[in-house]
C-alpha cells in the first residue's frame, strides 16, 4: 500500500478569522485618519478666516490712513472677549458720516461683530504702539480651536485674557502702519 497524501485545499476557519481581524485594524485606522484630517482641516478653516479678516482691517484702514490715523492713540484700544456685540456707532450726520473721525469707528464695530460671527469664541484685542514718530496698529484676533489638545498656550495670545485660562484658543497677531 502506499501512504496516503491529502492535499489541503481552501483556507481553514482560523485563517479566515486572522485575515478578518487584521483587515479590522486596517480599516479602523484608515477611520481614525480619516477623522484626524477632518479636524485639521477645520483648524486650518478657522486660521484662515482669521488671517482674512485681519487682511480687511489692514484694507480699511489702508483706504482711510488719516481717519485711522489721527484716532490711533486712545480710539482704537480696544478689547472684545467671546459673544461681546459691538454696539455699532451713529453718525452725528446720518447722510454722511465724518470721513476721519466717524467712519472708522463704524467700520470698526462692524469689523468686530463679522470677527465674532465668523470664528468660534473669537476674542480681539487692538491698540496703537508708538516708536518715536511712527505710530503703529497692533491687532490679535483669536479663536477657540474645539479640536485643539490643551498642552500649552499659544505665544501668540499674550494680549488675549481668556486665551490664559483656556490652552485651545489660537491667535494671529497683525502689525501695520496705518499713515
Given amino acids: 500500500m502506499s501512504p496516503r497524501r491529502s492535499r489541503q485545499r481552501g483556507a481553514s476557519m482560523i485563517e479566515v478569522l486572522i485575515a478578518m481581524v487584521i483587515a479590522a485594524f486596517g480599516l479602523l485606522g484608515l477611520a481614525a485618519l480619516q477623522a484626524r484630517s477632518m479636524s485639521m482641516q477645520v483648524d486650518s478653516e478657522a486660521r484662515r478666516v482669521a488671517s482674512a479678516l485681519v487682511a480687511q482691517l489692514h484694507e480699511r484702514v489702508s483706504a482711510n490712513q488719516e481717519g485711522y490715523g489721527r484716532a490711533l492713540d486712545t480710539r482704537y484700544t480696544r478689547t472684545m472677549n467671546p459673544g461681546d456685540v459691538v454696539p455699532i456707532p451713529v453718525c452725528a450726520n446720518p447722510d454722511a458720516c465724518n470721513a476721519q473721525t466717524e467712519v472708522p469707528e463704524v467700520q470698526l464695530a462692524h469689523w ?20 518715536g514718530s511712527a505710530v503703529s496698529m497692533t491687532v490679535t484676533v483669536g479663536w477657540l480651536e474645539p479640536n485643539a489638545r490643551a498642552v500649552a498656550a499659544d505665544g501668540a495670545c499674550d494680549g488675549i485674557a481668556v486665551a490664559r485660562t483656556d490652552a485651545r484658543y489660537r491667535c494671529i497677531t497683525a502689525n501695520f502702519f496705518p499713515g
Avoid at 113 to 122: F, H
Fill in 112 to 131: 468686530l461683530n463679522e470677527v465674532g460671527r465668523q470664528l468660534p469664541g473669537a476674542a480681539v484685542t487692538m491698540g496703537a504702539t508708538i516708536a
